[in-house]
Each structure stands twice: as structure tokens, then as C-alpha cells.
């Protein structure tokens, strides 16, 4: 049976996804997982060396997204040193799990520095491409893996306008991305982070197809 690493995870999404397909998967993250199902509640170096045949890792964002970039300064323009510091420690554990030895890896997160920093993703995917009508861009950093085919094109939803009562400016998001407005920052992140099920069974179904 191949083996499957789910890294940062604790929805239980994509492992559930493999799990339903006869992989033997299991989820990895420092919080407990959501759902039922195998998963090792710890840091992923404790188990990266056991023979998996594929990861799939979701390292987290908050301090890689590009959209977070505007707090890398302080207000009066100099360096915000800690903020720095987590996002070279955010590239140093995505540049460890790229060297894993895992035959087979993708790394997902937005867009982000890594980009610039590491390497360019080989493939940028929506939710919209696999029966979500959201727009969230996903990129994803493949190793000895094909790029994801679109499985159920839809529309890309509804968008949000409103005035930020903060600074009276007009804003626009996506209605998905409104929803979390108003949300506590931990439950806000985990909702967030969540893999769209359509994107979950894809990676099952096409990855899972070249193990």
C-alpha cells in the first residue's frame, strides 16, 4: 500500500481523500486533527524519514503570503526585525521539506515569497477549477508530479463591496473571503486554510494515479 504525508494539516481533507482511495495517509500538524482518521499530532521532521511515497505539505502562510508583506515595516518605515525573522524561518522549513528525500512532494500555499525567494510554482490553480465558485489562488511547488487537471470548470462567484468603516475606503473581495471578516485570528486561519474538497479529490484521484 502507498504511503501518503499529509504536512500541515489538521482538517483532515486531502488525507481523508487518499484514505477513501485505499492510500494509507496520514495528516500531520501541531494541532490535533478535526476530523477522524490517522494523524500525527507533532512536528512533520518526526516522521518525514518513514518511507513515504508522496507529501503533500501546506506550510503555513502568514508569514510567506505576499499579501502580508505590508508588515514586514513599522509604521515609521523601519524594519520590522521580528516579522523578518519568521519569514526566514517560514522559507528555511519550506527549503527542509523540498529536501525531505520524499520521492514525490507538493508544496501548496498563495502567492508568496517563495516564489521569489526559492523558485517559481510549477502550476497556479483555483477552487473555480474544480467545482468551487471561489477565487482563492493556490500555487502549487511540484517535485516528480504532474500538474492538476481542471476537473469541474464553474463560475467564479460572487464579489463584496464595502466601505472599511476604519478608514472610509471602498473595498472589494471575494464574498467567500468576506465571510471570515469579524472572526477571531486562530478560527479565522484554520477556516481559511481549509483544502476545497473538489482540490482534494483531484490531488487523490490524479497524484494518487502516478504512485
Not at 149 to 167: A, L, M, Y
Amino acid at each position: 500500500m502507498k504511503k501518503v504525508l499529509i504536512a500541515c494539516e489538521c482538517s483532515g481533507a486531502v488525507r481523508d481523500a487518499f484514505t477513501a482511495r485505499g492510500f494509507y495517509a496520514v495528516s500531520c500538524d501541531l494541532k490535533d486533527t478535526e476530523s477522524p482518521g490517522l494523524h500525527h499530532k507533532g512536528d512533520v521532521f518526526e516522521i518525514i524519514k518513514e518511507g513515504w511515497d508522496l507529501m503533500i505539505a501546506h506550510p503555513p502562510c502568514t508569514y510567506l503570503a505576499v499579501s502580508g508583506a505590508a508588515w514586514l515595516y513599522n509604521k515609521d518605515g523601519t524594519k520590522n526585525e521580528a516579522r523578518w525573522a519568521a519569514r526566514a524561518d517560514g522559507l528555511e522549513f519550506v527549503r527542509k521539506l523540498m529536501a525531505s528525500g520524499v520521492p514525490r512532494i507538493a508544496i501548496e500555499n498563495p502567492v508568496s515569497c517563495i516564489s521569489s525567494q526559492i523558485r517559481k510554482p510549477e502550476q497556479i490553480i483555483q477552487p473555480w477549477m474544480f467545482g468551487h465558485s471561489v477565487v482563492k489562488t493556490t500555487c502549487l511547488w511540484l517535485d516528480n508530479l504532474p500538474k492538476l487537471k481542471p476537473t469541474n470548470i464553474v463560475d467564479k462567484g460572487e464579489f463584496k463591496v464595502w466601505t472599511d468603516p476604519k478608514t472610509g475606503k471602498v473595498k472589494r473581495c471575494h464574498s467567500w473571503h468576506y465571510q471570515f471578516f469579524g472572526m477571531p485570528k486562530a478560527k479565522r486561519q484554520t477556516a481559511r486554510s481549509k483544502t476545497f474538497q473538489g482540490m482534494a479529490d483531484a490531488m487523490a484521484e490524479q497524484w494518487g494515479a502516478v504512485l
